[in-house]
């Protein structure tokens, strides 16, 4: 989390129109500061520097003071953590957003925004709910205000004036708990054997990922892949084989998603990938990249290098139906995939390639999950079995059977 490094793009932040204090002011995170005026506004840029290591805490300072904002600085980063800061609401969320610090100390009272507003804001983004706020206010432990914060998903309350032994201690008390949570949801949200989202994760990364579609009028791609004849090989060549196959396509699957995209374990030999933002096209070309790169590892079978391959199946959804659901995406998905296997091995199928009018039969009960669907032996329903007919017509890989 909260990783800033020298490569990084500054951000420009609406400071203190005061430029004797700017002048004066304490580069907070050990790089250059230059200031320039702005219609009659005094503003800074901060250049980032390599000072202070990534695995170090970030604490992020929303707060207009700037003798407060120094007093943090020192304290924060002479007790090893990382510190930037962000003079008005607006500009403290888009820091949050971009670089997800590990916490946020907010003041009640701020330009543009007031710090009520902005926690409500940081607490209702995906990407920056979970980061801990604490709130920085002289009122007195017994003011409503305190209450009020905690209502509105504060973390903890510092009072002014501060003391370092109070701001470490609710720092560390704070991280610790964060880091107790993310262990929880670690253990809650990923598959133990390929590390990768288990399938309650899944599901919240597709509704997110709907939302997303439907909010930005952009595109999401659903693709679920599934080894073929796993458990005959498991048969011919011992479940120790099984597993490299799965954890040996896990791996790939971490190693060719991009940023936008995120593997997980659907179960069994079932993985899937959620591309938000995306294309039919980049997630036929991301499934055939998969498709061919996992059909030319050669793995130790038996006596010889034996090669085996997989099927996939792909949905998109372009913010059509607002009804339109994370079963709804996954049972596009599957069909497709179903009719992949339908063809034999090394087959990918998408959804919209499909006829409308002749879709393969589900049987009764969810087939994500590992209810299978079923087989039919009329292939007629196929529209178009693979994402080009150069793919179409290359033979599929014949797996170590």
């Known amino acids: 989390m909260?990783?800033?490094?020298?490569?990084?793009?500054?951000?420009?932040?609406?400071l203190w129109p005061a430029s004797g204090l700017v002048d004066r002011w304490i580069h907070h995170i050990g790089g250059r500061s230059r200031r320039r005026s702005q219609g009659g506004k005094t503003s800074m840029s901060t250049v980032y520097s390599e000072s202070g290591r990534d695995d170090q805490p970030l604490i992020l300072i929303v707060d207009d003071d700037l003798s407060f904002v120094r007093m943090i600085t020192h304290i924060a980063q002479n007790a090893g953590f990382?510190?930037?800061?962000a003079a008005d609401g607006h500009t403290g969320l888009a820091i949050a957003e971009k670089y997800t610090p590990n916490v946020i100390l907010l003041d009640v009272d701020i330009p543009d925004m007031n710090g009520f507003d902005v926690c409500r804001e940081i607490k209702t983004r995906l990407t920056t709910a979970d980061i801990p706020v604490i709130f920085v206010t002289g009122a007195d432990?017994?003011?409503?205000?305190?209450?009020?914060?905690?209502?509105?998903g504060a973390n903890?309350?510092?009072?002014?004036p501060i003391s370092k032994v109070d701001v470490l201690a609710r720092l560390r008390v704070v991280l610790r708990e964060q880091q107790l949570r993310d262990a929880y949801r670690k253990l809650a949200l990923e598959d133990p054997f390929t590390t990768l989202a288990n399938r309650r994760q899944l599901f919240l990364t597709i509704t997110e990922s709907l939302m997303m579609s439907r909010r930005d009028q952009s595109e999401s791609v659903l693709l679920i892949a599934d080894i073929d004849a796993l458990m005959v090989a498991n048969d011919r060549h011992g479940y120790d084989l099984g597993d490299e196959l799965i954890l040996t396509f896990a791996r790939l699957v971490k190693r060719i998603c991009g940023a936008d995209a995120r593997g997980a374990r659907l179960g069994g030999d079932e993985l899937a990938i959620v591309l938000r933002n995306s294309s039919r096209e980049a997630g036929l070309a991301l499934a055939d990249r998969l498709r061919q790169t996992f059909a030319a590892i050669a793995f130790d079978a038996s006596t010889s290098p034996k090669?085996?391959?997989?099927?996939?199946g792909l949905a998109s959804?372009?913010?059509e139906s607002p009804d339109f659901s994370a079963d709804d995406f996954l049972r596009q998905a599957d069909t497709a995939l179903f009719a992949a296997k339908q063809l034999g091995r090394n087959r990918l199928v998408a959804f919209w390639?499909?006829?409308?009018?002749?879709?393969?039969e589900i049987a009764p009960g969810k087939r994500h999950g590992r209810t299978r669907t079923r087989r039919k032996t009329d292939r007629s329903f196929v529209g178009v079995p693979t994402a080009?007919?150069?793919?179409?017509?290359?033979p599929p890989a014949e797996p170590g059977t």
């Open 2 to 14: 909260g990783d800033i490094s020298p490569t990084l793009s500054a951000i420009e932040f609406q």
């Open 82 to 85: 990382r510190t930037t800061s």
């Open 141 to 152: 432990r017994t003011d409503p205000l305190v209450e009020q914060c905690f209502a509105i």
């Open 156 to 160: 903890d309350i510092i009072g002014k």
């Open 307 to 312: 090669h085996f391959s997989a099927c996939f």
């Open 317 to 319: 959804y372009r913010g």
């Open 353 to 360: 390639q499909l006829d409308p009018n002749n879709l393969p």
């Open 388 to 394: 080009d007919p150069q793919t179409a017509a290359s």
